[in-house]
């Protein structure tokens, strides 16, 4: 790309940092092998994977068993939805989400009405706003999943999560939130959040692509949609990709490091403003 291109698509797809890219490095040559496996190589790859899932953890305020890796937000987005509704198919078949959501949720709920689950799509106001009121009239005995993404990629609205939350927790509902947009820009603090199931993927958030999350809270029933060797507590068989989990966690941690000077430089500016 020439410097007289400006790229506008953030959205889409963000540039890698540099930093990153180094951090990856060791991985793509002289760090390659199989995390499963129990030789030097195996164990040197290994404990790259267990450093970067304790910091994603970190980033997400939860623990490291609660983080799945994937190969992308739509693979994250389509574990939890389909992965949670055949898990609790005995609790019901109904599912909640909205009719502005990214096409890996849509399609989802559209290959599970085919299997008999019933899906209610949820208007937004003027403002693309989910109404806490319509959620609540949605819910029905058979509800099992209401899935609502953080912020939105084309109008850029950022849904109140954790007004909606209490709703679905005080009905014993799961909650799953599409993080994917809101990654580089917003805190993704499971508590704060209380989402049951999260994703968001590397390449919104200045990662690598071909690596994405999944937080599911620990005791949350979830089956896996793929089957393998039994990586990742049997959720997500496949070989981990350690080169892009590492990517990822380095890129989170930037993302971390840079919003805590943007924080500490406004504290500094109303300190100068109110003297």
């Not at 899932?53 to 992308?72: D, H, I, M, R």
Request: overall charge neutral; proline content about 4%; glycine content about 8%.
């Amino acid at each position: 790309m020439s410097n007289d291109n400006i790229y506008f698509d953030n959205a889409a797809a963000t540039p890698i940092f540099p930093q990153v890219a180094e951090a990856m490095k060791p991985y793509l040559g002289g760090i390659f092998g199989n995390p499963s496996s129990v030789h030097m190589f195996g164990r040197q790859a290994a404990e790259a994977l267990d450093s970067a899932t304790a910091s994603v953890a970190k980033f997400l305020n939860c623990q490291p068993s609660e983080v799945y890796f994937t190969g992308s937000g739509t693979e994250s987005n389509n574990l939890a939805l389909i992965g949670l509704a055949k898990a609790n198919i005995s609790n019901g078949k109904h599912i909640i989400t909205t009719n502005i959501e990214h096409p890996s949720i849509l399609n989802a709920c559209t290959a599970l009405e085919k299997e008999g689950f019933k899906v209610t799509y949820l208007p937004v106001d003027k403002n693309g706003l989910v109404s806490a009121n319509q959620l609540k009239k949605a819910l029905k005995k058979e509800t099992i999943l209401v899935s609502i993404h953080l912020a939105n990629s084309e109008i850029g609205v950022v849904q109140p999560i954790a007004e909606l939350a209490k709703i679905t927790k005080e009905a014993g509902i799961y909650l799953h939130v599409d993080a994917c947009q809101a990654t580089a820009y917003l805190p993704l603090d499971t508590q704060l959040l209380k989402a049951d199931l999260l994703t968001f993927n590397g390449s919104k958030a200045y990662g690598p692509r071909g690596v994405a999350v999944l937080y599911v809270r620990n005791g949350v029933d979830i089956f896996p949609i793929h089957f393998g060797g039994g990586q990742q507590q049997g959720l997500r068989s496949g070989t981990e990709n350690v080169a892009g989990i590492v990517g990822l966690a380095k890129a989170l941690e930037i993302i971390t490091n840079k919003r805590e000077k943007e924080s500490k430089r406004l504290g500094q500016l109303r300190d100068e403003l109110q003297n």
